[in-house]
């Protein structure tokens, strides 16, 4: 009996797995440090809306990115001391719930900003990509002078960054022309990195485009939701946390739930741990018959054994068209969104958040090898 489940594994499975994908992708260890000081508001908001932009930027790179995110906070006064006032929110992780649901609890308040302790930290505390040809990458944005850390020098951090062949940017919000940007922008340097400046407060500023098709991606994201079949201890805090994530995207900003439902259905949005669809994609020697009847959703308890792979199986494929329906909505929602702006008077401040690290990402991952949309 044993035997011949495995073979309607296999079978039922015989689509290309993310096994096969793993094969033809390039690892992404993307880690991001957020000031959370008293002046950051605006930092915090910025990287609550527009961070699927980012995920979705880097989703549509080839070869297919295998990312992982990690989140840092740092500068707030009610982190200990002893820890350079520096706090790690995830390591990294391929669960961007995980790192959405940390983002949206960050809280701002007065304190040092250690940008050499940040980088340090974040350096020594991830286990970063082994694996040749991957991509690795620091982000640290925030203000005030680059070099008050008493302890932890910039030239150190860089050098550790070079050893370990990470490559640190550093985003400075607030304007170029303020001495302050100086100190970012050589501390990129020494670090191989990109620097650039942002405008805080842009992206609530920037006017939301609705489009024709807004509508029918959330409705296709609420659909896509539904083949989810979450199994084990993980599986109710998973989907607990994912339809949490889609309240929190709501909540920040239409285009932030919209941008969000787009990555959920793109390659980078990954949920092995807790799902059985992805289970299956990921883990071709995941045997389904050895899980306990009570790590099981009801869904497949009332079914025989031979049925469950089935039902597994036509949920995966109910899940790939509503992927490829949102996919091809979200990218005619991009194209009106486009041709809205166009009409708009240039606008010759400062950029955004995500406009700042999608350009140093893409920049950075052609160097890496990886062919990206060409930017229109």
């Avoid at 961070?51 to 790179?61: C, F, H, I, Y």
């Avoid at 391929?94 to 959405?100: A, G, H, I, N």
């Avoid at 919000?173 to 942002?198: L, M, Q, V, Y």
Wanted: proline content about 4%.
């Amino acid at each position: 009996m044993r035997l011949f489940l495995a073979g309607l594994l296999l079978a039922a499975f015989a689509v290309p797995s993310r096994a096969d994908e793993i094969a033809k992708t390039k690892d992404v260890d993307l880690v991001v440090c957020l000031d959370v000081s008293g002046s950051m508001n605006g930092l915090i908001d910025s990287a609550k809306v527009r961070l699927w932009d980012v995920v979705n930027e880097l989703a549509k790179m080839k070869p297919t990115p295998n990312l992982r995110v990690s989140l840092y906070s740092y500068g707030h006064s009610t982190y200990p001391a002893s820890n350079g006032y520096v706090r790690k929110e995830t390591d990294l992780t391929t669960d961007l719930d995980e790192v959405y649901a940390k983002l949206n609890a960050l809280t701002i308040n007065g304190g040092e900003e250690y940008v050499a302790r940040v980088t340090k930290t974040a350096l020594t505390d991830q286990k970063w990509s082994a694996a040749k040809g991957s991509l690795k990458l620091i982000f640290v944005c925030g203000n005030e002078p680059a070099n008050q850390d008493p302890l932890v020098n910039l030239d150190d951090a860089a050098a550790l960054a070079k050893e370990l062949g990470v490559v640190v940017n550093s985003i400075y919000c607030g304007p170029a022309k303020n001495p302050e940007s100086d100190g970012w922008a050589a501390f990129a340097a020494k670090c191989g990195g990109k620097f650039a400046t942002i405008d805080q407060g842009r992206v609530k500023q920037a006017p939301h485009v609705a489009t024709p098709y807004d509508k029918d991606i959330l409705s296709s994201n609420e659909k896509l939701n539904k083949t989810y079949v979450a199994f084990g201890e993980a599986g109710k805090k998973g989907a607990e946390k994912q339809l949490a994530q889609d309240s929190n995207a709501t909540a920040n900003a239409p285009g932030a739930a919209l941008g969000r439902a787009e990555a959920k259905a793109g390659a980078a949005y990954k949920n092995s741990s807790w799902d059985l669809v992805d289970k299956m994609k990921d883990d071709p020697k995941f045997d389904l018959a050895k899980l306990k009847d009570e790590e099981l959703p009801d869904e497949l308890k009332k079914l025989k054994p031979a049925d469950r792979v089935e039902y597994l199986k036509k949920k995966g494929e109910e899940r790939c068209a509503i992927q490829k329906e949102i996919g091809e909505l979200s990218a005619k929602r991009q194209k009106h969104i486009d041709a809205e702006l166009k009409k708009l008077p240039k606008d010759a401040g400062e950029k955004a958040l995500d406009e700042a690290l999608k350009g140093i990402i893409r920049e950075q991952a052609t160097a890496k090898g990886f062919a990206v949309e060409e930017k229109k």
